[in-house]
């Protein structure tokens, strides 16, 4: 049975199937209850299962997954609504000290299952501290695991999945997708947690993206095909760890390769895409593998956000540029 | 008296004393054992020193001057309590039946633990400090949920005192009213940094602020730390809330074997504390109120010793982990980077481990 609704609804859907399904799913958030959070995705969840499972928390980042930690080790699993990316960081410690390596530190006796929501990424025009990308942070500690859902089937079925498993999940979402609707399956997962999909085919270049990036990406392929140039789009899903298998077989067709992040590109997420496909396809490769990423400044006021994200012409410049090496 | 409500049952000298509110609950045999628990601790801590000192230890963090403090806390916990302590918990860890050569796992650096947290009800040892009172909140908030009548204990220090996460672990216990108790060691040091720059009003003292009772008691006076501990447990279990138990106490020793407290501090200062002994004033006590014999002192002693010897022959039988256990616990699931790192690891013959 599938049914069209926003990714938000898909989200609220999702959370409100893992807490019937597990009694021990609880969230905690600043302001999910009653007003349902500040983009409404756990609407109506507290009145249905109350406030000792959709808990109002105080304003504190680093307490909210603070005691995840000591509700896990009680059994419980608490999925945490950070409200915006850039609020994140009073809870680093906690998160890369604590939840990403408690497990390890317990000598297994520990698991941290819980997920760390984080409404993330540019484009709704907000002010600072509401549009960053914080996922390479996260991504390069060992004990975590990031994932980020491109579309409302995704969100659906990924955040459950993400509730059910025994790791730590970053849980990215492109917030400027959120009111975007999309066809949801409500019988069958799309694929593994940590599975990147083929959105689209091609046979010239392998555009790879995750988030809101995704949906840019796949128009930029669309452009490009009006013009002769066949792209495949990879939506990663998992940034980590990265289906590189998947990717590098892309690479095998195409050997060119274009990464798409808003994040700045050091030390990014795209930095080892293109890296890890460098040592592994370096005889398909017919150009450079290229970064389209935010610049290497903070978030810039949001007037001229547009100049700062990927954007289809900066992907097809990207693409023209692979597309211009030859052998 | 350092301060007017100080909770005190026994002095230095070992003479009981009158106090309004708290009345000691111990017979002879309970105050023995305390005093048992409190030698064997103090020499596991000067075993763990000398251990260090010839290069079998990475560090030591040495407990020397806090054992009444850690005991009287150790022994108000119920069974199914749990406790969430710093690196520096090792009487509270003696109490939880931790076995003393797992507490020195850590310092051997041979584990980033040392015991099964969930096997003893005692949480891993926390290094950045003031993060592990949060995670006593949680579990608090998790005792809530199921009904239990249990309760959380997060210890901390002085200096841990000015982390934010002690502050907001503080602001969601009050508004939870979780069944945490905060077990603050004021030892008067934070390596070199007086306990005075952490906080120009007396530490338990904030917890009026946050809405809960504090309380400051002797932590040198384990009849009193026992009573002041075991009520504010007491409370929490049955939907009292949270209190603040700042345990006035103070180091004798180094911060760690890394430490050269001698740069900050004078000697006469030590030398004060040094006559509030947490041990002689209750063998004063156990020797004019309850005739305990010498014997009985050279029992413990000997049981102590031995204890040590124990100790020191299993830390040195601890030996270097075979690298590849590195990706064990990593994560709780198959990850291919952990399959990745493994592989090459065999690979490169640095393991005769087993993919």
Not at chain 1, 159 to 188: A, M, N, T
Not at chain 2, 113 to 129: F, M, N
Request: charged content about 25%; glycine content about 8%; hydrophobic content about 40%.
């Amino acid at each position: 049975m599938t049914t069209t609704m926003t990714m938000a609804k898909a989200l609220n859907e999702g959370l409100r199937r893992a807490m019937e399904k597990d009694p021990k799913v609880l969230l905690m958030g600043e302001d999910i209850g009653r007003l349902g959070g500040v983009f409404r995705i756990t609407d109506g969840l507290q009145k249905d299962f109350g406030e000792d499972r959709v808990v109002d928390t105080p304003l504190s980042e680093s307490a909210i997954v603070g005691t995840a930690v000591g509700l896990a080790i009680r059994g419980y699993r608490a999925v945490c609504e950070i409200q915006f990316d850039g609020f994140v960081y009073p809870a680093f410690d906690q998160i890369v000290s604590q939840v990403a390596k408690m497990h390890k530190r317990s000598d297994g006796a520990y698991k941290m299952a819980m997920v760390i929501r984080i409404p993330f990424q540019g484009g709704i025009g907000a002010i600072e501290h509401h549009s960053e990308s914080p996922e390479p942070y996260f991504a390069q500690t060992a004990g975590l695991r990031v994932v980020s859902c491109s579309t409302p089937n995704d969100a659906y079925w990924m955040i459950q999945q993400s509730i059910e498993h025994d790791d730590p999940i970053i849980f990215c979402e492109p917030k400027c997708r959120y009111w975007e609707k999309g066809e949801v399956d409500l019988e069958s997962p799309p694929s593994g947690l940590f599975d990147a999909v083929v959105r689209r085919e091609g046979t010239d270049v392998t555009l790879i993206a995750y988030g809101a990036s995704v949906k840019t990406a796949l128009r930029a392929a669309e452009t490009a095909a009006v013009e002769g140039t066949s792209i495949e789009v990879i939506d990663t899903r998992s940034i980590a760890p990265l289906d590189i298998g998947l990717m590098a077989k892309s690479l095998e067709k195409t050997g060119r390769v274009v990464v798409v992040q808003e994040s700045p590109h050091t030390a990014s997420i795209g930095s080892e895409i293109v890296s890890e496909l460098t040592q592994r396809c370096f005889y398909s490769l017919k150009a450079p593998g290229i970064r389209v990423s935010g610049y290497h400044v903070p978030y810039p006021p949001t007037r001229i956000e547009e100049d700062y994200r990927p954007s289809v012409d900066r992907i097809l410049d990207a693409v023209d540029r692979v597309m211009g090496f030859e052998s | 008296m350092i301060d007017e409500e100080l909770v005190q049952l026994l002095t230095p000298e070992g003479e009981r004393v009158e106090n309004s509110e708290y009345e000691s609950t111990l017979n002879g045999d309970e105050i023995f054992g305390f005093y048992r628990d409190m030698v064997i601790i103090r020499r596991l801590c000067n075993e763990s020193t000398s251990l260090q000192r010839q290069g079998q230890l990475a560090l030591w963090a040495p407990v020397q001057g806090q054992e009444a403090a850690q005991i009287g806390a150790g022994r108000a916990l119920a069974p199914m309590d749990f406790t969430f302590p710093t690196y520096r918990e090792h009487g509270i860890a003696w109490c939880r039946g931790v076995p003393p050569e797992n507490m020195l796992r850590l310092f051997r650096a041979v584990s980033n633990g040392g015991w099964d947290p969930q096997k003893y009800r005692h949480s891993v040892p926390t290094v950045v400090l003031g993060s592990q009172t949060l995670h006593a909140v949680g579990y608090a908030m998790g005792i809530q949920r199921d009904g239990a009548e249990e309760a959380a204990m997060a210890f901390f220090g002085d200096g841990a005192s000015s982390q934010g996460d002690v502050m907001e672990a503080f602001v969601w216990a009050a508004s939870f009213n979780a069944p945490v108790v905060f077990f603050c060691q004021n030892n008067q040091w934070g390596i070199s940094t007086p306990s005075t720059v952490q906080s120009k009003i007396p530490l338990y003292h904030r917890a009026h602020g946050f809405g809960f009772p504090g309380v400051r008691v002797d932590g040198n006076d384990v009849l009193a730390v026992y009573e002041v501990t075991k009520r504010a447990l007491d409370s929490a279990r049955v939907g009292g809330g949270p209190t603040l138990i700042e345990a006035y106490t103070y180091r004798i020793g180094a911060h760690t074997t890394s430490d050269d407290p001698t740069r900050y501090r004078i000697d006469a200062e030590v030398e004060v504390w040094k006559h509030r002994d947490p041990v002689e004033r209750v063998k004063a006590l156990l020797v004019h109120e309850y005739k305990v014999k010498n014997a009985d002192f050279d029992g413990v002693a000997a049981e102590a010793e031995t204890m040590a010897l124990k100790l020191r022959e299993d830390v040195l039988a601890m030996s270097r982990p075979d690298p590849i256990t590195m990706f064990d616990n990593a994560y709780a699931a198959p990850h291919p980077l952990i399959e990745e790192g493994r592989r090459e690891m065999i690979d490169l013959g640095i393991s005769g481990g087993e993919l």
